[in-house]
């Protein structure tokens, strides 16, 4: 839906640099409207900018929440990183107990944090690279900076705000 917010869990700059290149290198060209990211939330209600806002920056006085890449997830046409985070797991079922009655369909169903490296590619391709990716693959830390808040325009987002994590 055109306007709906989004929240998003902010990657650190090397982390980010390094999933961007990837997807930059993966995603078809022609249909890579935004940079890598990691979706928490994909559709809040615009009604509900001001409550998200608050929220997200007293979140954010936190530490930020250990995470890490652990796997490849097929994702049928494109392959994502799997992220796992008990931390960042636990912010979002605040989030979601915060936001309870708000959340769309998706967002209400279980979560299952990853960020998308290709997607929209036929099968063959998709899983030419998973198995590329797979044979090379170790797992990472991957650093959370903060969350972020977009307004979804119909493909491209608008970044709204960034809560940055007050370390650790």
Excluded: C
């Amino acid at each position: 839906m055109a306007g709906a917010l989004i929240v998003t869990a902010e990657l650190a700059p090397a982390d980010f640099a390094w999933l961007d290149q990837l997807r930059r290198a993966y995603y078809p060209s022609d249909r890579n409207q935004l940079p890598a990211h990691l979706t928490m939330f994909h559709s809040l209600p615009p009604s509900a900018e001001g409550e998200a806002r608050r929220t997200l920056a007293r979140l954010a006085s936190n530490p930020s929440p250990r995470a890490s890449t652990e796997g490849l997830m097929d994702l049928g046409g494109g392959v994502a990183f799997r992220v796992v985070s008990p931390e960042l797991d636990a912010i979002r079922r605040e989030l979601a107990a915060d936001f309870r009655g708000l959340l769309s369909a998706q967002d209400s169903g279980g979560w299952r944090p990853h960020i998308t490296i290709q997607n929209k590619v036929p099968l063959k391709e998709a899983r030419a690279l998973l198995a590329r990716l797979g044979a090379e693959f170790r797992p990472r830390p991957l650093r959370i900076a903060g969350l972020g808040l977009h307004r979804y325009l119909g493909g491209p987002w608008e970044a709204l705000a960034s809560y940055a994590f007050r370390g650790r």
